[in-house]
């Protein structure tokens, strides 16, 4: 077994973070301008660390693949963000926070890590509110905060159902005041497709414009990833059209390992998929969670009535509702984490239970929060979401319970990161979703707006400078190196191999778009690497997932120019790499043979249903190698996971 | 349920900012009304695709209505016919069986042409980098609660913060103005005592980069307001030009 070191601080958990920043080393003010270091991304991670690192006086460049940095996904998310503040006089504390999200994540993420995200938790509120984010108040002037799944304080602080939307703009416009100020240098329109690597470190990238279809070189001292998740694997997903892994895989395909890739998040409230023309699914926040109340018809002939639409929600009088994560869960009720809510629907349907006409979907009933609190109060909490749900259902909430279902929504698998947010390639760094490190088998919700800031704003500013501390020598890089040459020359030569796939085909009949094979992808990936998964289904899953790139690499069809903007073409890259990433998906599920958070092996449950864990094999951090090429299969490596402080047990939601 | 419609599609095609454009025009069939709109350009997309065509170019992200990426001029409204809505966020149930349904970019001098429907919006970033923000740095915040703000305040806060930056208001402005934009950010920051401290440099030096840009004058026509699929006010308008005077006179 390869040495893992995650670089883990000595000294008691509640001061590690503290002692680190004690003791890292410095880079002075004078230096700080002669070091470039390159930020990939946008988001809250990327848009927070660009900006804090320019403000520190180092020389930024930052890219991102829209036209706007304020575009990035992290601006979609509803619900809010966790702090331990104990606003709320509820008995929250940083070690509580800490807990919860050991326990949410079913002990598979590192104690130090997860104490440091609550301990800078507080931090990341107060700079918010300073940079002028809008969040919720009372009446009062204070800050308001609301619950969310897996825990029993009130510590999510929330913008309207826009939460993600106002930190993303509180951190783009620092991002833009450091563009303004000349010490960020922003690229839009901008993907990076290859991290260059020199004399072990990385140091530099290859960029395409997407405008102009051109490649770009550009030298820095040091590389973050903040490019987000890999849930677009799956096709239908709730991220965004452009969400890719491309940076990422690309920077497991040079070295870097990639971690728990199978800890895939399918979150439980979600619009159901209709028809088969559909892009992307839609997210119905968390938050209403809160208030909504879950529930399948007790009655088989119910459900297959409201198959039929032969009735509705409304008609199926309360004795007959079989409100089942209440039932279930009586300890969080309608709350529970979301990977149990997810497995607890998809039972219910497996069972027949459906209530829409493909038989895939479940209430969300408001009724009883309309008779307890009234009308307003409802709509004033959760009214956009209600506008929002009618638009795309065309039924109207107040009437009839929503229908949700669960899909791929977050994952919390990413690039294996240290203590630093230092991948195994030194000088790369991932921040954000992009990395594995804070939320174990499964995320809490409102915890991705923690981590991605955290990382921005609170680590990486520190980590940064410790490993930049003995590079003050090293004179700034030129893109005319040989190692940027071959570079450059391999992700041309890909492009051009992928466009040129067509061409060599004889038969033209079999020519199909990105999109068809995408959807193949997305069948076996979401029938066999799913919310549920088992051994037989995985390895025919794996030997499935060939035949997919055997077509991609005979049958993509990308019309246009090769030249210039090419929407297929960029897409098919992305496909190249979502295929990669599957297989990854499906080779961690697979030797991972037990069920933890968001990874459910049928092989390990209890008698009633619910996951078991197994400690004794499984206790570590799966840590994967690529090996020579694409069709090899990676190597496992292990980070053995302690806890110290923390007693592992089996998770309980019911008492 | 809803029903299936076929009905005809113009669509802008225009191959740079500086060439000639045209429309195409597409026959579609049996779309069915819970097709989102961006999606019904996806099913044309994989036809044209199919027949080894070109597909048609336009900006999409999100499709949640947040990210402000989609920017589609339908029938003469920015973002199509439904109130408060993005383009992602209109659905097929809106038309009807043989409409004419015709698709064209933001038209505005401060926009110009990349391809199709893609227009180039990075004006408003350089806006927002001249002034909409606080100049606070990283990690010197005190504690959020310090400085209690109202209610009221913060919700108008809100409103105005709303603002996803897609530019309908510049499209829909027959002078191009970008005064709504522009408007709510800096109205988001008076209402709150964060950015008071820097409310006259806000005002002037983003107003100053707007002009620079080429955006044009507002004259009340109030046509931003009412294509603003995230309902911005153009109270924020008002609130704008006092906190300009202010500053102006301030000199």
């Not at chain 1, 890909?494 to 033209?508: F, G, L, P, T, W």
């Not at chain 2, 209505?65 to 920017?71: A, D, E, P, Y």
């Not at chain 2, 109270?235 to 102006?248: D, G, H, Q, T």
């Amino acid at each position: 077994m390869s040495q893992i070191d995650s670089k883990i601080p000595a000294g008691p958990l509640a001061e590690k973070w503290t002692n680190y920043k004690a003791h890292q080393k410095l880079v002075n003010p004078a230096n700080k301008r002669k070091l470039d270091i390159i930020v990939v991304g946008t988001g809250l991670a990327g848009a927070s660390a660009a900006a804090s690192l320019g403000e520190m006086g180092f020389h930024v460049i930052n890219f991102c693949i829209q036209d706007s940095p304020r575009r990035a996904h992290s601006i979609a998310a509803q619900g809010g963000i966790n702090a331990a503040k104990n606003y709320q006089n509820d008995g929250d504390a940083v070690y509580r926070l800490f807990y919860d999200t050991i326990k949410g994540g079913d002990y598979r993420a590192r104690e130090a890590n997860v104490y440091r995200l609550a301990e800078v938790s507080a931090s990341i509120i107060d700079q918010c509110v300073a940079q002028g984010v809008p969040f919720a108040r009372e009446y009062g002037g204070m800050l308001a905060n609301r619950s969310f799944g897996g825990v029993q304080v009130s510590r999510t602080f929330y913008a309207k159902g826009q939460t993600g939307q106002q930190l993303l703009l509180g951190a783009y416009s620092s991002l833009m005041k450091e563009v303004n100020n000349g010490t960020v240098e922003l690229h839009t329109r901008t993907e990076v497709e290859d991290v260059v690597i020199i004399d072990g470190r990385c140091r530099g990238v290859i960029a395409k414009d997407l405008v102009s279809g051109k490649l770009e070189r550009y030298a820095a001292h040091a590389v973050c990833l903040a490019t987000g998740g890999y849930g677009n694997a799956y096709f239908l997903s709730t991220n965004a059209m452009g969400c890719n892994c491309t940076a990422a895989i690309q920077a497991y395909r040079k070295g870097a390992y990639f971690a728990n890739p199978c800890f895939v998040q399918i979150h439980p409230t979600c619009i159901p998929v209709h028809g088969d023309k559909q892009s992307k699914l839609t997210l119905m926040s968390e938050s209403l969670r809160n208030d909504g109340r879950i529930w399948v018809p007790k009655k088989l002939e119910d459900a297959k009535r409201l198959q039929r639409g032969e009735i509705k929600g409304r008609d199926i009088p309360e004795e007959d509702r079989d409100y089942y994560l209440e039932r279930r869960y009586p300890a969080f009720g309608n709350l529970v984490p979301r990977d149990v809510a997810s497995r607890a629907a998809k039972e219910r349907t497996d069972h027949g239970f459906g209530v829409n006409n493909t038989g895939l979907a479940v209430f969300l009933d408001f009724s009883d929060a309309f008779q307890r609190l009234g009308r307003k109060r409802v709509d004033e909490r959760y009214g956009n979401l209600f506008d929002m749900y009618q638009e795309i259902t065309d039924v109207d909430p107040h009437d009839n319970p929503m229908m949700i279902f669960p899909a791929i929504h977050y994952t919390m698998g990413g690039l294996w990161v240290d203590y630093e947010l230092q991948t195994s390639v030194k000088g790369l760094f991932a921040l954000g979703e992009c990395n594995f490190s804070d939320h174990g088998a499964n995320r809490l919700g409102a915890s991705a707006l923690m981590q991605g800031l955290s990382d921005g704003y609170f680590v990486i500013p520190y980590t940064m400078q410790n490993y930049l501390a003995d590079q003050i020598t090293v004179p700034r890089f030129t893109t005319n190196l040989p190692e940027f040459e071959e570079a450059e020359k391999k992700v041309q030569a890909e492009m051009d191999r992928i466009y040129d796939i067509q061409h060599k085909q004889a038969d033209k009949s079999k020519l199909v778009s990105v999109d068809t094979i995408h959807k193949e992808l997305y069948k076996i990936l979401w029938n066999q690497v799913g919310m549920a998964r088992n051994a037989e289904g995985l390895k025919s899953a794996l030997k499935k997932l060939k035949e997919v790139r055997e077509q991609f690499d005979t049958c993509v069809r990308i019309p246009g120019s090769k030249e210039g903007l090419n929407v297929e073409l960029d897409k098919a890259i992305h496909l190249r790499d979502f295929i990669l990433m599957g297989e990854l998906i499906a080779y961690d599920a697979l030797e991972r043979n037990e069920s933890c958070g968001g990874h459910f092996r049928e092989e390990s449950q209890t008698e009633e249903g619910e996951a078991k864990r197994n400690d004794e094999e499984f206790m570590y951090v799966a840590c994967w190698e690529y090996q020579k090429d694409d069709d090899t299969a990676p190597v496992l490596h292990k980070e053995p996971l302690n806890y110290e402080y923390i007693k592992v047990q089996t998770r309980n939601y019911k008492s | 349920m809803d029903q299936n419609i076929s009905f005809t599609l113009k669509v802008w095609r225009q191959n740079g900012p500086t060439a000639e454009g045209h429309f195409d025009t597409f026959e579609m069939k049996d779309i069915p009304g819970d097709t989102s709109f961006l999606e019904m350009l996806d099913i044309l997309n994989e036809q044209l695709i199919e027949q080894d065509k070109e597909p048609f170019v336009f900006d999409h992200d999100c499709r949640e209505g947040i990210c402000g990426m989609c920017s589609l001029y339908i029938n003469g409204n920015p973002h199509g016919p439904a109130q408060g809505a993005t383009t992602c966020q209109l659905y097929m149930r809106r038309f009807h069986d043989g409409d004419v349904i015709t698709v064209e970019p933001w038209r505005s001098a401060a926009f110009p042409v990349i391809k199709d429907c893609m227009v180039d919006r990075s004006a408003f970033d350089k806006i927002i980098a001249a002034g909409g923000y606080t100049s606070v740095r990283t990690g010197q915040a005190q504690d959020a609660n310090a400085i209690l703000i109202s209610k009221d305040h913060a919700d108008e806060a809100m409103d105005c913060a709303t603002c996803i930056g897609c530019g309908a208001c510049v499209a829909a402005c027959k002078n191009g103005s970008a005064m709504l934009f522009v408007s709510s950010k800096v109205s988001q920051f008076a209402l709150l005592p964060q950015g008071r401290p820097e409310a006259a440099r806000r005002a002037k030096n983003m107003i100053a980069k707007m002009e620079e840009l080429g955006f044009g004058n507002c004259t009340n026509t109030r046509a931003c307001e009412a294509e603003c699929p995230k309902n911005e006010s153009i109270a924020n308008i008002a609130r704008l030009n006092r906190e300009y005077i202010k500053a102006k006179l301030a000199d």
